[in-house]
């Protein structure tokens, strides 16, 4: 099992920027990829982005150029930056891991955050 926590959500203005963070713990050995979803109030949740073991990343068209995945392998942590934020970039976040390959598919992940929230205000 691997528990996965985040922090860093809060309220911010438009064009400003938050640093989501995610702390993994238990066998962390399996795993090898770290991505961030989002879900926003009535609407199904998101692929914001995803970091694999070795650093390859992939992002959603949305964030593309305003946030930025990375993560510390050896504290196993993970960590979403997020600029230019726009009022529809507001939703619960959450951190999930997998084994395997990079993947945008919430479906493909195992372990799951219980998430934060990201309020914008215009």
């Known amino acids: 099992q691997v528990q996965l926590v985040e922090s860093g959500g809060g309220l911010v203005q438009a064009g400003g920027s938050l640093r989501l963070s995610c702390a993994a713990s238990?066998?962390?050995?399996?795993?090898?990829?770290l991505g961030w979803f989002r879900q926003a109030p009535g609407k199904e949740r998101e692929f914001v982005a995803a970091?694999?073991?070795?650093?390859?990343?992939d992002y959603a068209n949305s964030v593309k150029d305003r946030f930025t995945i990375s993560r510390d392998n050896a504290k196993n942590t993970g960590n979403l930056q997020m600029n230019s934020l726009k009022p529809e970039d507001t939703a619960v976040y959450y951190c999930a891991a997998r084994s395997g390959y990079l993947s945008v598919s919430r479906g493909g992940y195992d372990y799951w955050g219980q998430g934060t929230q990201v309020t914008v205000s215009s």
């Open positions: 238990g066998r962390t050995g399996s795993v090898y990829v």
């Open positions: 970091i694999s073991w070795s650093g390859r990343t």
